[in-house]
């Protein structure tokens, strides 16, 4: 029965997991000559595209700020889902599907993680920092990871602007992942079955009855004993 007992409680603890980086579009340092970013306001938003291989509660977004004199106010980072050219939206500089989002003012010079939640299928999606949006006034950066040869494959950069592509979205050519944006979660709980929490009903009743059984015959054979005295 203790065997039993423990296996229910195993399987429970089991679908309990730790949040873990579900996607990272750079991964190398960087050094002292770190320099230059692309910014992140309200004439220009800047993300990436990534895929998950399960249902995944998505924790926290964020990625490497860059330091600049002219940083400042709170920007927003939004998970939303792609239309059929696979962007966030049929026009720049706005968002169409937005799953969730959070206003927040970055730490600058290293990376950083915005609390959010979601819950997303298997799928694509794009992760999106802006400003101008959700009451945001902000002017932040991402910093350019050097060197260009510790960068990620993983996923896409995309970015909006009201210059260079103006009304459209586009993909990042010139500095393929050169800007790390994080994602973090951690995979939906697998539900338990209604069998398993009866199972463990079902074993502490049976634990519950034993101990009572067992304190009956203690008290019958003292009983027993008091009347041979």
């Not at 600049?68 to 706005?94: C, M, R």
């Not at 973090?184 to 079902?202: C, D, F, Q, R, Y």
Request: glycine share 10%; net charge neutral; aromatic share 10%.
């Amino acid at each position: 029965m203790n065997r039993l007992m423990l296996f229910v409680i195993f399987y429970i603890a089991s679908t309990h997991v730790n949040s873990a980086t579900i996607y990272q579009s750079a991964t190398g340092p960087f050094d002292s000559t770190t320099c230059c970013g692309t910014f992140i306001n309200a004439t220009q938003f800047t993300g990436a595209i990534f895929s998950i291989p399960s249902q995944t509660n998505i924790e926290s977004i964020g990625g490497h700020f860059y330091d600049f004199t002219e940083k400042d106010g709170s920007i927003f980072g939004a998970i939303v889902g792609l239309n059929a050219s696979n962007y966030p939206s049929n026009n720049g500089l706005t968002l169409d599907n937005v799953l969730a989002y959070n206003i927040f003012t970055p730490t600058t010079g290293s990376d950083y993680l915005a609390p959010i939640s979601a819950t997303l299928n298997i799928g694509t999606y794009a992760v999106v920092f802006g400003s101008g949006l959700f009451g945001t006034t902000g002017n932040q950066a991402l910093t350019l990871l050097q060197p260009n040869e510790a960068t990620s494959s993983n996923g896409s950069i995309i970015y909006t602007n009201a210059s260079s592509s103006p009304d459209q979205w586009s993909t990042s050519s010139d500095k393929p992942n050169r800007y790390r944006i994080i994602v973090t979660g951690s995979p939906s709980p697998v539900p338990i079955p209604a069998t398993i929490w009866l199972l463990g009903s079902g074993l502490l009743g049976l634990a519950g009855l034993a101990q009572r059984n067992k304190q009956r015959r203690q008290n019958y054979l003292t009983s027993s004993l008091d009347n041979f005295k």
